[in-house]
């Protein structure tokens, strides 16, 4: 009798996959940063993710950003910066980040024009639809 493939099994052969193209371990090179970052960039352009490839995903930008704090630390950034850098990067409008995240436009267009700050129910919300830690957020 033909065993049938579960959908447990599906995201364990994506998982794996994902491993052989870019294997989990510590990165040590500029070049392996960049083999990184853009398997990162192959991931967060889909408009879906299993929960294996998120666990890969999660895993590997802590990766990248533990390299990138000890090779290629950053000067601090404001709220604003950063956000408008993140909209700019997925191209998307405000409007849809406040429409998915939950916060208001109003208050987006406060944070991009430096009137306020985010607290950290928006950074929580910002940081999932962006698939950043929320840590990126701490340089203020």
């Known amino acids: 009798m033909a065993s049938k493939t579960?959908?447990?099994d599906r995201g364990q052969s994506k998982y794996l996959a994902l491993i052989r193209r870019f294997p989990l371990r510590p990165i040590r090179s500029d070049k392996e940063l960049d083999s990184?970052?853009?398997?990162?960039?192959?991931?967060?352009?889909?408009?879906?993710?299993?929960?294996?490839e998120e666990d890969y995903l999660e895993v590997l930008g802590d990766l990248v950003q533990r390299y990138e704090a000890e090779e290629h630390p950053m000067a601090p950034v404001s709220d604003a910066d950063l956000l408008a850098h993140l909209i700019e990067a997925k191209q998307v409008t405000q409007t849809q980040v406040a429409t998915t995240t939950g916060i208001a436009e109003s208050t987006i267009s406060e944070v991009l024009s430096g009137k306020r700050?985010?607290?950290r129910r928006h950074i929580g919300a910002l940081a999932s639809f962006?698939?950043?830690?929320?840590?990126?957020?701490?340089f203020e």
């Not at 962006?130 to 701490?138: L, N, V, Y």
């Open 130 to 138: 962006f698939h950043i830690s929320p840590a990126a957020f701490a």
């Open 117 to 119: 700050g985010l607290s």
């Open 6 to 8: 579960t959908r447990t």
């Open 36 to 52: 990184a970052v853009e398997t990162i960039h192959s991931l967060i352009d889909r408009d879906s993710l299993d929960p294996a």
